[in-house]
């Protein structure tokens, strides 16, 4: 067999002309401009990337984008105010604090300082609890995106056996709550799982979030089944001595033969997270306005 390809990208391009058009909608109906915050503290290149795609992204879609880049040295004090001066900002629809934060700040105290409203990753407290009870939250980004592209695969999740290999808070359990969501039977697989092979052998979704390059192979995904493939490593290119070359936790080449659909890593999971971050601050914006939730762009 050989697998689907899913392309992300070519589905977080879909996300981002449903996000447009409802930006569109929300400025000429009700005179709103979505807008996103973006707060960056310190210099780590890898941020300083995302920040930007995000903040181009974000105008790209017609919303309006603020970004707040602060010294590596500013005080817990002096980000907590600034979070409170986006919480009052009523053009700020969503604010994202940029992780990692440097070491004298205290993460979770910042992150669940964000008004729960406007908490566009998902991770405050409050919307870790109403995700993990089956209500209405903001949801993080990646397994956001993971979901849209499983459904938009599969329809109807349904009774599916789905394994996530992968515990953490920003992938793994909001995405295994996200499966159960859609009634999937869920396995959460991590270090410590016994024979991980015989678990993975059983799903027919399976979503990798490890971050342990080409770490599945393909003799551990069930014959049809659908391997979503988070995992984002850097390794030494095989042929290209000096370079190096993106991966993910699933062995491409052999999963994709034996499995019904695959995303790929590049372009796969990784385009749909900043999409799904546009996503949620439109999500944001018209819950903000007591408007109806945007079709296409939620959980
Ligand atoms: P974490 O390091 O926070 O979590 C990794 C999880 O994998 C842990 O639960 C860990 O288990 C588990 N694990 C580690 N080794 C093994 C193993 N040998 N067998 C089984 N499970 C194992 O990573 P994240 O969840 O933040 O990210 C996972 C991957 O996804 C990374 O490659 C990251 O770069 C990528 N990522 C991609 C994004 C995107 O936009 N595409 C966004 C976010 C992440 P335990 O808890 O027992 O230690």
């Known amino acids: 067999m050989t ?7 070519a589905f977080a391009a879909t996300v981002r002309a449903r996000v447009a058009t409802h930006v569109a909608a929300l400025k000429s109906d009700h005179d709103l401009t979505p807008g996103l915050a973006v707060v960056l503290v310190g210099e780590d290149p890898a941020s300083q990337v995302y920040v930007r795609n995000k903040g181009k ?3 790209e879609a017609g919303m309006a984008s603020f970004e707040h880049k602060l ?7 002096d980000i907590l105010s600034l979070v409170d001066q986006l919480n009052a900002d009523p053009e700020v629809h969503g604010i994202l604090v940029q992780l990692p934060l440097p070491d004298h700040v205290d993460s979770a105290e910042v992150i669940n300082r964000i008004s729960p ?4 990753d998902g991770f405050h407290i409050s919307n870790v609890g109403l995700l993990g009870t089956g209500q209405k939250s903001m949801v993080p980004c990646t397994p956001l995106g993971c979901l849209m592209m499983l459904r938009d695969h599969h329809g109807s999740l349904s009774g599916l056996n789905a394994v996530v290999v992968g515990r953490s808070n920003i992938v793994g359990k909001p995405m295994a709550q996200l499966l159960l969501g859609e009634s999937c039977t869920v396995t959460i697989a991590h270090s410590r799982t016994k024979d991980l092979a015989d678990v993975c052998r059983g799903a027919d979704i399976l979503v990798a979030a490890v971050g342990r390059p080409e770490m599945v192979p393909g003799d551990w995904v069930k014959p049809g ?12 290119h095989p042929e290209k001595p000096g370079k190096t070359k993106l991966v993910g936790d699933v062995d491409f080449a052999s999963a994709s033969a034996v499995a019904g659909a695959i995303t790929p890593v590049p372009g796969g999971v990784g385009p749909m997270t900043i999409a799904c971050l546009l996503a949620n601050t439109v999500t944001a914006c018209c819950r903000a306005n007591g408007l109806p939730e945007p079709e296409g762009l939620t959980a």
């Open 117 to 120: 409203a406007k908490d566009v």
């Open 3 to 9: 697998a689907t390809i899913i392309d992300g990208k």
């Open 225 to 236: 089944a659908t391997v979503i493939d988070v995992g984002v490593n850097r390794i030494p």
């Open 57 to 59: 992204q974000t105008a």
């Open 71 to 77: 010294d590596v040295a500013t005080s817990q004090k």
